[in-house]
C-alpha cells in the first residue's frame, strides 16, 4: 500500500460549509478534494493500492484527520462538489469526537481526532518521505523506492500553504526522507498525480 497525508492548513472541520463555495467557505477544501481524486481515480476504475490522510486544522473543531482507503471507496466521482459531500459528511460523523476516538463514515472513509504527530505515532510507517521541492529528485531514487515499497512508505505534503516550519521540524527529528518531484512548485494534486505516476513505472518497470 501506498500512504499518502495532505495538511489541509485551513480545511474546515466543521460539516457547517457549503458545496457550492468549497474554496471560500470550507477553508479551501477544495484542493483536498482534488487530492482525493488525483490519489484515486483512474481513467476506467479506482487506486486500490493507496491510502490517503486528510489532516484538517481549520475553524470548526480541529484537528481531525479523514481517512480514504482505496481498497474500500464507493461513489467517488471526478468532480470536487461530490467529493466535498463525502468529506462533509466525514465531517458531520466526527463531531464530539474525543481523542483517540474513530467513526466510520461512508464505505471506505472514516474520521478521528488528530493531526500529524498522532498519525505517524500510530501508523508504523517506514520511511516517512517529505514530499519538498528543494530536495533529491525522485528519478534519481528508482532503486531506493523500490525498497521502499516493500515497506510501509508514508508520504507527506502540504496544501497550497505548505508545511510548517514546525511540522518540518518534526519531520527532520524522524529522518524523513525529503524527495523533488521536480524543478517547480506544482499543485498539491498534480503532486499526487506525479508521485503515483513514478511509483507506476517502477512497479511495472515501465522504463
Not at 68 to 96: C, F, M, Q, V
Not at 152 to 176: C, K, N, Q, W, Y
Not at 183 to 203: F, G, K, W, Y
Request: hydrophobic letters at 40%; glycine letters at 8%.
Amino acid at each position: 500500500m501506498k500512504h499518502i497525508a495532505v495538511i489541509g492548513n485551513r480545511a474546515v472541520t466543521s460539516p457547517d460549509f457549503s458545496l457550492n463555495d468549497l474554496p471560500g467557505s470550507a477553508g479551501r477544501i477544495d484542493i483536498l478534494c482534488r487530492c482525493v481524486n488525483s490519489a484515486f481515480l483512474l481513467s476506467h476504475g479506482i487506486r486500490k493500492d493507496v491510502i490517503l490522510y486528510l489532516i484538517l486544522r481549520g475553524a470548526g473543531d480541529p484537528p481531525k484527520i479523514i481517512t480514504l482507503d482505496g481498497r474500500y471507496l464507493k461513489h467517488l466521482n471526478p468532480d470536487e462538489r461530490s467529493t466535498g459531500a463525502l468529506l462533509k459528511i466525514a465531517l458531520k460523523k466526527g463531531l464530539g469526537l474525543k481523542d483517540g476516538e474513530m467513526q466510520r463514515s461512508t464505505p471506505g472513509i472514516t474520521v478521528r481526532r488528530g493531526d500529524l504527530r498522532d498519525l505517524i505515532k500510530d501508523g508504523n510507517f517506514d520511511p516517512v518521505i517529505y514530499l519538498h521541492e528543494a530536495s533529491g529528485d525522485i528519478r534519481k531514487m528508482r532503486e531506493a523506492i523500490k525498497e521502499w515499497l516493500e515497506k510501509t512508505p508514508l508520504f507527506v505534503l502540504g496544501d497550497h500553504i505548505g508545511v510548517s516550519r514546525e511540522d518540518e521540524e518534526f519531520l527532520d527529528e524522524l529522518d524523513a526522507i525529503r524527495v523533488s518531484l521536480g524543478p517547480r512548485s506544482l499543485h498539491a494534486d498534480h503532486c499526487i498525480t506525479i508521485l503515483l505516476n513514478e511509483i507506476d513505472r517502477i512497479e511495472l518497470d515501465y522504463a
